[in-house]
């Protein structure tokens, strides 16, 4: 997705996402041994594709976090949990900013200001760079 026309696309690719009569659910599984504050841009950014790709409006991001437990006899605290996180636009600009503050560091690496073609990214394979 081109988020942005001063900055290179940007690539992902969402665990789930559900539909039903124009309506979306974009959702990221997140696996761990507790619960941890997560970041919700990556839903931002699926959701602002979808918005792209279908027209639409109706669209709520979720965290699903599932608790890694080694021993399910001894569970005493929740394994699963869902919690919502808002996709709305308004989040959009912080996100190029932190994009663009992000791909300025890269570029500072990289004096090119381009990735270096690998032949471990699915996008440079696609485009030839390594036939």
């Not at 081109?2 to 124009?22: A, E, F, T, W, Y």
């Not at 931002?44 to 699903?64: Q, S, W």
């Not at 200001?113 to 485009?127: E, F, H, I, L, M």
């Amino acid at each position: 997705m081109d988020l942005c026309r001063s900055l290179p696309p940007i690539i992902g690719v969402p665990d789930l996402v559900l539909s039903q009569n124009g309506a979306f659910v974009v959702v990221d599984h997140k696996t761990s041994k507790t619960f941890k504050d997560l970041d919700s841009a990556q839903l931002v950014l699926y959701a602002e594709h979808i918005r792209h790709d279908h027209a639409t409006n109706a669209i709520v991001g979720a965290f699903d976090e599932y608790r890694l437990v080694p021993d399910l006899s001894k569970i005493k605290k929740p394994v699963f949990r869902r919690t919502p996180v808002s996709v709305d636009r308004s989040f959009l600009p912080a996100l190029i900013r932190r994009y663009r503050n992000a791909w300025k560091s890269i570029a500072r690496m990289s004096p090119s200001r381009k990735p270096a073609p690998s032949p471990d990214c699915w996008q440079c394979n696609s485009y030839g760079f390594w036939r």
